[in-house]
């Protein structure tokens, strides 16, 4: 129990620190607070810290010197790609930057993901893709919804046969989530997207590559559109 106890200490301190630097709090450049000070703060022990340090340095947030201390690094070296920086920078959303950032990966992705599914989806991946595109089609509220859209689009590239593909989307999932989530709740109907993941399984299930890809880039740039017209009407209203 003891152990429990003293890595869940270890993962508090993970989170505390990282995502206060990932959501801004603590800027590029700033010195975090000297090893003892800190450990008092955080009510963790020295070697605890250390630990946890030791991994946001890891993700490429900190860096320590011996002379200077640890000062929090510029955001170009860090991991972007860790599932907890991920998770820290969703935890901020919506930020237009982010947002616009996660739409551009999604536009270089996803459409050359539902290009190949369409060439070499077997039956048992089209059919999944179908099951996801009727949970979406039976969803009664946003979250179910946002979970059977995050499984179309896990469903779509599976089928695309990449394992290189496969194993991003096991990394991204988190902010791809995040984004779907978004999109929904910002549409006056939360299904509005539907005619727009038909049109992708049934590019798949015809086998035309071509039609898949723009249906799937079609999907994204009017998820983008949406996305910026609420925000637009957000400001105005305020």
């Known amino acids: 129990m003891r152990q429990i106890a003293v890595r869940n200490l270890h993962d508090q301190v993970i ?40 991994v946001l340095g890891s993700k490429g947030l900190i860096e320590t010197k ?22 820290w920078r969703c935890a901020s959303m919506p930020t237009d930057d982010f947002v616009e950032k996660l739409v551009e990966m999604r536009e270089i992705i996803e459409p050359a993901a539902a290009s190949a599914a369409a060439r070499r989806r077997t ?13 979406m089609e039976a969803a009664q509220d946003q979250q179910a919804w946002t979970r059977a859209d995050l499984e179309f689009h896990a469903s779509v590239l599976e089928a695309a046969n990449n394992e290189l593909l496969g194993s991003l989307f096991s990394v ?59 925000g637009r009407t957000r400001k105005t209203k305020s």
């Open 66 to 87: 011996q002379k200077t201390g640890t000062r929090v690094r510029d955001p170009r070296f860090w991991n972007q790609l860790d599932a907890d920086v991920l998770a």
């Open 123 to 135: 039956p048992a991946q089209l059919e999944a893709i179908r099951n996801a595109y009727e949970a």
């Open 172 to 230: 991204i999932d988190t902010a791809l989530e995040a984004y779907l989530l978004l999109s929904a709740s910002t549409a006056a109907n939360f299904k509005y997207s539907l005619p727009r993941h038909h049109a992708v399984y049934d590019a798949i299930r015809l086998k035309r590559p071509e039609m898949a890809r723009e249906a799937m880039h079609g999907m994204i740039v009017d998820s983008r559109a949406n996305i910026k017209r609420r």
């Open 15 to 54: 989170q505390e620190i990282g995502r206060m630097i990932v959501v801004g709090e603590i800027k590029p450049g700033d010195l975090l607070p000297r090893e003892e000070t800190l450990a008092q703060r955080m009510a963790v022990s020295r070697s605890a810290l250390r630990e946890a340090l030791k």
